[in-house]
């Protein structure tokens, strides 16, 4: 019997899971472990993502950097700034002119509905800015603005009223929600064909399933990927480390890397020797949400990075108290990476462009606008 398990790999398919209760690696079956243990679930237990920074690298000289990011000593930076805001530019005129075209054939527009729930500072900034993008290319939005400690049920009912209004063809939930509320169940309660952030989970498993397609991509993930392509980077067969695993960001992300044939690693809070994982890598996306997490002595020379992070710091220098940096300490990776997005500038115009495309699609699938 063993002989025959040897030499015959078809019969492991047809034993299935019988054939794993036994070793192959010594003359006498001996039954493994039990298959489950009924002491942990069986999707691991549930652990809050705390980064802590590596602190063998020493601090960086300057964590604040000049927007005009081209004028670095070229004897120091090998790194080509990828221009987010100049191919999300590019991206939003073509959308601008397909909703004049649409406008002018069939008298409809797309509409985007936001709900916002309570004043984050920064959640308002974002939403005030993708209802200005609307506005530029000729997208219609509405919004409703609900108090922090407003019941979930007046969040979902703003959701289901924008599911039954068939003028609206997108919905977007600002995320985050406060912490009393489901999010998931608030986010699965969105139409799936007005899902423009990509988050239903039947886009999400669309996505992870070979073959299959889903309506919409998220729009960050979809971000990075259009940043990698446009600027003629080849993903297939290449080793992709994807830093951060929210459902958000982080695994869309991988599965999209895995949909262009990439090798791709996850690292996450509990991944051990994060740096060396990352600096085998010839594309790195980092969204992990901690500044300056990755050194440059995380990074491979001549690896492509897009860093997704875009974390408050103080500042006193501006207007606001605060400037934006990203999970790549900027100032070490220029000099070791061969390309990198900025932090602004980089994937922030991107996935808004994103958006804006998803919301058209939608709106032409609606109409059977071609």
Same mark, same amino acid.
Not at 141 to 156: G, I, R
Not at 202 to 209: K, P
């Given at each position: 019997?063993?002989?025959?398990? *040897?030499?015959?790999?078809?019969?492991?398919?047809?034993?299935?899971?019988?054939?794993?209760?036994?070793?192959?690696?010594?003359?006498?079956?001996? /039954?493994? $472990?039990?298959?489950?243990?009924?002491?942990?679930?069986?999707?691991? $237990?549930?652990?809050?993502?705390?980064?802590?920074?590596?602190?063998?690298?020493?601090?960086?000289? @300057?964590?604040?950097?000049?927007?005009? !990011?081209?004028?670095?000593?070229?004897?120091?930076?090998?790194?080509?700034?990828?221009?987010?805001? /100049?191919?999300?530019?590019? !991206?939003?005129?073509?959308?601008?002119?397909?909703?004049? *075209?649409?406008?002018?054939?069939?008298?409809?527009?797309?509409?985007?509905?936001?709900?916002?729930?309570?004043?984050?500072?920064?959640?308002?900034?974002? =939403?005030?800015?993708? !209802?200005?993008?609307?506005?530029?290319?000729? !997208?219609?939005?509405?919004?409703?603005?609900?108090?922090?400690?407003?019941?979930?049920?007046? =969040?979902?009912?703003?959701?289901?009223?924008?599911?039954?209004?068939?003028?609206?063809?997108?919905?977007?939930?600002?995320?985050?929600?406060?912490?009393?509320?489901?999010?998931?169940?608030? /986010?699965?309660?969105?139409?799936?064909?007005?899902?423009?952030?990509?988050?239903?989970?039947? +886009?999400?498993?669309?996505?992870?399933?070979?073959?299959?397609?889903?309506?919409?991509?998220?729009?960050?993930?979809?971000?990075?990927?259009?940043?990698?392509?446009?600027?003629?980077?080849?993903?297939?067969?290449?080793?992709? %480390?994807?830093?951060?695993?929210? +459902?958000?960001?982080?695994? $869309?992300?991988?599965?999209?890397?895995?949909?262009?044939?990439?090798?791709?690693?996850?690292?996450?809070?509990?991944?051990? @020797?994060?740096?060396?994982?990352? *600096?085998?890598?010839?594309?790195?996306?980092?969204?992990?949400? %901690?500044?300056?997490? =990755?050194?440059?002595?995380?990074?491979?020379?001549?690896?492509?990075?897009?860093?997704?992070?875009?974390?408050? %710091?103080?500042?006193?220098?501006?207007?606001?108290?605060?400037?934006?940096?990203?999970?790549?300490?900027?100032?070490?990776?220029?000099?070791?990476?061969?390309?990198?997005?900025? %932090?602004?500038?980089?994937?922030?115009?991107?996935?808004?462009?994103?958006?804006?495309?998803?919301?058209?699609?939608?709106?032409?699938?609606?109409?059977?606008?071609?």
């Amino acid at each position: 019997m063993m002989m025959m398990q *040897r030499s015959s790999p078809q019969l492991w398919r047809k034993m299935g899971l019988k054939a794993f209760l036994f070793s192959t690696c010594s003359s006498t079956p001996s /039954l493994s $472990p039990p298959l489950v243990n009924k002491s942990l679930p069986i999707l691991g $237990p549930e652990l809050p993502e705390v980064w802590i920074p590596n602190s063998s690298s020493p601090p960086p000289t @300057n964590n604040r950097r000049s927007p005009f !990011i081209f004028n670095h000593d070229a004897h120091e930076q090998t790194a080509v700034v990828i221009d987010g805001k /100049l191919m999300a530019d590019e !991206i939003r005129s073509v959308i601008a002119d397909e909703v004049s *075209r649409m406008k002018s054939a069939i008298g409809k527009v797309p509409r985007l509905a936001v709900i916002l729930v309570g004043e984050r500072k920064d959640s308002q900034t974002y =939403v005030r800015n993708k !209802i200005k993008a609307c506005q530029e290319v000729g !997208i219609m939005s509405v919004m409703t603005e609900l108090p922090e400690d407003c019941a979930e049920s007046e =969040v979902l009912n703003a959701v289901s009223s924008f599911n039954e209004n068939p003028a609206v063809h997108g919905i977007l939930v600002q995320l985050p929600l406060p912490q009393h509320m489901d999010e998931e169940k608030i /986010l699965n309660v969105v139409s799936l064909e007005k899902d423009v952030d990509g988050f239903h989970p039947l +886009n999400i498993g669309n996505l992870a399933m070979t073959g299959r397609e889903p309506l919409f991509i998220p729009c960050t993930p979809k971000a990075c990927i259009e940043l990698l392509l446009r600027s003629n980077v080849e993903i297939m067969g290449k080793k992709a %480390v994807v830093i951060g695993r929210s +459902n958000i960001v982080g695994l $869309p992300t991988s599965l999209l890397l895995q949909r262009h044939h990439a090798t791709v690693s996850v690292v996450h809070a509990f991944t051990k @020797n994060p740096e060396e994982i990352t *600096r085998e890598a010839d594309i790195v996306v980092s969204a992990a949400g %901690v500044a300056n997490l =990755v050194r440059g002595n995380w990074l491979k020379p001549g690896a492509i990075v897009i860093d997704v992070g875009t974390n408050p %710091v103080k500042d006193p220098d501006s207007e606001y108290g605060y400037s934006l940096t990203g999970d790549v300490c900027y100032e070490e990776a220029v000099k070791v990476a061969s390309a990198i997005t900025p %932090v602004p500038g980089g994937v922030g115009p991107m996935t808004i462009a994103m958006l804006l495309s998803n919301t058209l699609d939608s709106a032409k699938r609606a109409y059977r606008f071609t």
